[in-house]
Structures are given as structure tokens and as C-alpha cells.
């Protein structure tokens, strides 16, 4: 009796969610859309100043001043639109995404710190919203932009090449597309700030977005008879394929976020990789991390957890219930708190996965899953599961029920006028930081759609294989002589090292020796990667032990696109 109870009130419970979340996802869709077309010049009611198809990230000037624009956020935004008009649901958005083209077009050639157009200024992370260089330190370059923005693109090309003829697409489009799918060919295989500007390493957001855009790149190429640019995009495709396996953690059973910053890992990273990166036609193939894979799905259970203890606002919550979550647990950004764009990522993840399992007939629960799946059914073994099975309803409906958990939360924790900031306080549950986060407000409508049900074009995930070896991209080096004029003492050597693998990492162990050939003008050819802010410094040694650096400031230099280069300096 009690048990019969119980369970009519868990029901009763969940039924009341649902019904719930079904009225914040209609009243605040219409919020979320509007605030995300404020904050987009030079129309938008929110971005005074910003230029036409120019995305602003928050109208928060002041703690923190996020009036500028991200080539990340933008792309991630004008994916939304693209998708909502190239799928017929707004066809009022053409205006937007041609202003959208125009911005990128002009931002692509600004040159900034991190360098032109062919010498890696398209890895520079953010702009002004005038489109003018921001020129403050930051953390750069950052390497998933060119590719979310490509991906943006080939969307909207892949459209207009419906409508109209290629060789008006490669006039128009094209060269857009290629200028951003060059520079991820050749750079993929170097390091760079992750997508929360901290960690300079290999990231695995930014690895998947890569060898996202370079696959649909490749079959847009071919669609427009660009032949000569396909088989090094499949090439670099495949080798970024190859390393994305790197990320996984055997032991702990999730994708590694980040190879360097030492942190757990765990980071909300790997569900925004998982929902940007989702294909419908690849079904759950771990490969490519699709949302109801099994390593996706164990990832998502250790970075959902890592959130259970640590906010206050999750206190009392039942241990597979749905709680608010951040970026990463170790984050003190703001105190470190809960983000309305990382929960609504985790939700969209597991309606994605319902999308295929429902698709497909059946559901797969692997070792690698189960401590997943068991949230839903303790007693749940191994197994291949029909539609048709006890298991598979109570697994699917076990997984709704967590996913509208997630809604819930990011619903109770809106203010009732629908305005999303970037992050609630992780004690009060109030918003803070940047107030009307346009990605916020696109997060809240990629949420919606896949808790309808709706997806999004494929882009070319399904039977891919992984090669068995990976492959370094070495296509992208380039050879530079670093010079250096200094005089020594009898045992007394110079050697170098820098910001890049190829120098050393900063290591004054590994530090590489110069020749003294040419004395007093030491030397060493190096390759370096390509198109790369690199930073330097000679140390002396005597007798391989350490005696002294140059001073400060470390000597910085971009490496060429191509050719060899000789840096000649004087010991200082
Ligand atoms: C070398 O780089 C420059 C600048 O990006 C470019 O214009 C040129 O075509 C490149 N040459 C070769 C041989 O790749
Ligand atoms: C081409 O674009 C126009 C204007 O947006 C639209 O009216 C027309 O239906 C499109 N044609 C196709 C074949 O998509
Ligand atoms: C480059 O690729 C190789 C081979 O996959 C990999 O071992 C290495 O870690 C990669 N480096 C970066 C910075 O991505
Ligand atoms: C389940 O696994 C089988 C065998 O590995 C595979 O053929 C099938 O596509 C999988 N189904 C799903 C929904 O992942």
C-alpha cells in the first residue's frame, strides 16, 4: 500500500514537473528569442553601438564588462537563427544573417593581437562591437571561433545552395568559409585557450568543433567543385577525429576537458561539445560523443555530480534528481557558481538522446553507461533494450523526467519578468553576473527545440571511422632560425625556450641547445607552428645547470603562414 502510494506521487510528482517546465518553455521561448535579437546590431534594442550582424554577449558594461563581441558566442548565436530560417520556423531572419556574413567578413580581415588575417588573427578571440581590434591582454588565441563560425556558415550555405547556383555560393560564401576552414586545417593541432579563456592547452569542445567543421567543410567544397581544398580538410578531419579519443579517462569514465590548467576535468565542456556537435543520422556512436552515447552519457553523470555537494542551492536534492550545475567545479569566476547556459546543456543532451532512442526503437546500456542508467533502474544490467520493453519505458521515462529536472531548475531560478544573466548565486539562487547573456537566451532555445523533438541538419557524423593511428598536423610548421649574439664563458652555453611545444613548454630543463658555430652569434632552426604568437627567451647554462634567463620582457614574434624566418637578437 505504501509503496503503491509512493509511487502514484512520484508519478503525480512528474507529471507536475512536466506540466510545469511545458509552461516555462512557452512563456519564456518568446523571451529568450527576443533577448537574443536585442543584443544584436545595429537594430537591437539592447547593443547601442554595436554595427549591423554584430552580436554583443551581455549589455553588462561594468563587473563584468562583457560589451564586446565573441567570434564563439556569435557563431553559437547565429547557428540558432540560421537553423530556425533555413528550417522554414522564421523565415523573417534572412536580413540577420546577411548582416551576420557582412560583420564576420570585416572581422575576419581586422588585424588584433593575434595577428592578420594569414598570420593567425582569426584565432583572436573577441572584438570591439565597432568591429575595431581589442587590443588588452586576454586569454588568445582561442581556436573553436573559426570553426563554430564555419559550421554557422555552411549551414546557411548549404541552404543557399538550394536556392541559387554554387558559383554564386563561392562568390559570396566561400571565400568566408575557407578563410576560417584553412586556418582550423593548419592550427587544429595547436594549443590554445579553452572556451572559458583559462586554460591554454588541447581542449575537447574545441577539438570537436573542429573536426566538425572541417567535415561539413569538406562535402561543402565538394558540392561547390572546390576540389583542391577536400582532401586536406578529410585529412585534418580525420587526424582531429583521432586525438578527440585522447580525451577519455578510462578510470574516472569521462572526456577529459582540457589537457593542461590541472583540474578535475570534469567541465560543462563536454555537454556543450555534445550538443553542438549532435548529428541525428549517427545515432549513439561514441566516436563523435553523440548525445546518447555511452561515454557521453557517463560523462554527463560525473560532471552532474561534481555539482551535488558543492552549491547550496542543491542541497536536500535526492541523488539522481537533477541539480543546478556550472562550468567546473574547482570555478571561483564571480565565487563559482551555477550558469544558466551549462544546465540547460545537460537537459539538451538528454533530449537529444530520447530524439534517437525513440528514432532507433531501442536503447543500449553498456559498461561504460550503466552507473548512468542505474539512476533509473538500480537493478539494470548490460543490454540491448526494444521499444517494447518494461526497461526501455522506464529508462526513457526516468531520463525525461531528469532532463525536465534540469528545466525546472534553470525555471525556478528565472526571474518571473524572464531575463537570463549568466549565472545564479550559488547560495541564494539569484541571478548575477552579466545580465541579458545573449547566449543564455540561444542555450534556452536550443534546450526548447530538442525538448520538442526537433533537430538539426546533419552534418555528416554517421559511419565515420576512426584512424588507427593519429596523425600530428605537420602541415602547419614552419622552420624559423632563432638567432643570438652574446659571449660566454669557458663551459657556458645558450639554449632556448618558449610559449609552444617546439620550444620546450617553458622548460629550462629541456631548454634546446644552440650552436656556437658562428660565435659570438649563437644559433637553432626550429619548426614552429605556423601562423603562431609565439614568446621566447634564451637561458645560459654552465655546464648544463641553469645560471640565468634574459630579463623580462619575453621577445614575442608571429611565426609566418609558410616559408622559414630568422630572428636575430641580442642578449639581454
Ligand atoms: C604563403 O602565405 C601567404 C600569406 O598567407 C599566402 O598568400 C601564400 O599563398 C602562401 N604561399 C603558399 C605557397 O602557401
Ligand atoms: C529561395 O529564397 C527565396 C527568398 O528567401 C524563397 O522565397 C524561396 O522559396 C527560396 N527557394 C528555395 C528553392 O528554397
Ligand atoms: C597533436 O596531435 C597529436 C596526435 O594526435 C597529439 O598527440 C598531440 O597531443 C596534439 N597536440 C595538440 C596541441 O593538439
Ligand atoms: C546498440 O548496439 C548495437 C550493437 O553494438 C548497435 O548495432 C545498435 O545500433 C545500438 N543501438 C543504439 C540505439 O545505440
Known amino acids: 500500500m505504501r509503496v503503491v502510494f509512493l509511487s502514484a506521487l512520484s508519478l503525480c510528482g512528474a507529471v507536475l514537473a512536466q506540466s510545469s517546465v511545458d509552461s516555462y518553455v512557452a512563456s519564456e521561448s518568446p523571451i529568450a528569442k527576443a533577448g537574443m535579437l536585442a543584443n544584436i546590431g545595429a537594430t537591437g534594442s539592447r547593443s547601442g553601438g554595436a554595427k549591423a550582424g554584430v552580436v554583443i554577449a551581455s549589455p553588462s558594461t561594468v563587473d563584468p564588462d562583457y560589451l564586446f563581441t565573441w567570434v564563439r558566442d556569435s557563431s553559437l548565436v547565429f547557428k540558432v537563427i540560421i537553423d530556425q530560417f533555413t528550417s522554414g520556423e522564421d523565415t523573417t531572419l534572412l536580413g540577420q544573417i546577411q548582416n551576420f556574413v557582412s560583420a564576420e567578413r570585416a572581422l575576419q580581415q581586422v588585424s588584433n593581437p593575434s595577428g592578420t588575417v594569414s598570420t593567425g588573427g582569426l584565432g583572436e578571440p573577441k572584438f570591439n562591437i565597432d568591429e575595431s581590434a581589442f587590443t588588452g591582454s586576454w586569454g588568445r588565441p582561442q581556436r573553436d571561433g573559426p570553426a563554430l563560425r564555419a559550421t554557422a556558415m555552411i549551414t ?23 578563410l576560417d576552414l584553412d586556418y582550423v586545417a593548419a592550427s587544429w593541432n595547436q594549443t590554445g585557450f579553452d572556451l572559458w579563456e583559462e586554460i591554454s592547452s588541447s581542449s575537447f569542445f574545441t577539438t570537436a568543433a573542429q573536426h566538425r567543421s572541417l567535415r561539413e567543410g569538406a562535402a561543402l567544397a565538394t558540392a561547390l567543385g572546390q576540389t583542391s581544398v577536400v582532401s586536406a580538410y578529410e585529412t585534418q578531419a580525420a587526424n582531429a577525429l583521432c586525438f578527440l579519443q585522447s580525451y577519455w579517462n578510462p578510470s574516472g569514465g569521462y572526456m577529459t576537458s582540457n589537457t ?4 578535475s576535468g570534469k567541465d560543462a565542456n563536454t555537454a556543450l561539445a555534445s550538443i553542438h556537435t549532435f548529428d541525428p543520422a549517427a545515432g549513439c556512436d561514441a566516436a563523435t560523443f553523440q548525445p546518447c552515447s555511452d561515454k557521453a552519457l557517463a560523462s554527463l553523470k560525473v560532471y552532474v555530480d561534481a555539482f551535488r555537494s558543492i552549491y547550496t542551492v542543491n542541497q536536500g536534492i535526492a541523488a539522481n534528481a537533477a541539480v543546478a550545475t556550472g562550468r567546473y567545479p574547482e ?19 538528454l533530449y537529444d538522446a530520447l530524439i534517437v532512442w525513440k528514432a532507433q526503437g531501442s536503447l543500449n546500456v553498456t559498461a561504460t553507461s550503466l552507473p548512468f542508467f542505474k539512476q533509473f533502474q538500480s537493478s539494470v544490467t548490460a543490454g540491448n533494450y526494444a521499444a517494447s520493453s518494461p526497461t526501455f519505458t522506464t529508462l526513457t521515462s526516468g531520463v525525461k523526467t531528469f532532463a525536465d529536472g534540469f528545466l525546472a531548475i534553470h525555471a525556478k531560478y528565472t526571474p518571473t519578468d524572464g531575463a537570463l544573466a549568466e549565472q545564479f548565486n550559488r547560495n541564494t539562487g539569484a541571478p548575477l553576473s552579466a545580465v541579458h547573456l545573449t547566449w543564455s537566451y540561444a542555450a534556452a532555445l536550443t534546450v526548447f527545440a530538442a525538448r520538442e523533438g526537433k533537430t538539426r541538419a546533419s552534418w555528416g557524423a554517421a559511419g565515420l571511422a576512426v584512424p588507427s593511428t593519429c596523425e600530428r598536423n605537420n602541415a602547419g610548421t614552419v622552420a624559423v632560425t632563432f638567432q643570438v649574439t652574446a659571449t660566454t664563458v669557458f663551459g657556458e652555453n645558450i639554449y632556448l625556450t618558449g610559449s609552444v611545444d617546439a620550444l620546450k613548454s617553458w622548460s629550462p630543463d629541456n631548454a634546446l641547445l644552440l650552436s656556437a658555430a658562428a660565435y659570438p652569434t649563437w644559433s637553432i632552426t626550429v619548426n614552429v607552428p605556423a601562423s603562431t604568437v609565439i614568446e621566447y627567451k634564451f637561458i645560459r647554462k654552465v655546464n648544463g645547470v641553469l645560471k640565468s634567463w634574459e630579463s623580462d620582457p619575453n621577445n614575442q614574434f608571429t611565426s609566418p603562414a609558410n616559408g622559414t624566418q630568422t630572428l636575430s637578437d641580442a642578449w639581454r
Do not use: H
Open 156 to 178: 546557411y550555405a548549404n541552404w543557399l545552395l538550394k536556392n541559387t547556383s554554387a558559383s554564386n555560393v563561392v562568390s559570396t560564401l566561400w571565400p568566408v568559409i575557407k
Open 260 to 263: 593542461g590548467g590541472g583540474r
Open 331 to 349: 570555478d571561483v569566476y564571480m565565487g563559482g557558481n551555477p550558469w544558466y547556459l551549462t544546465t540547460a546543456a545537460v537537459a539538451e543532451q
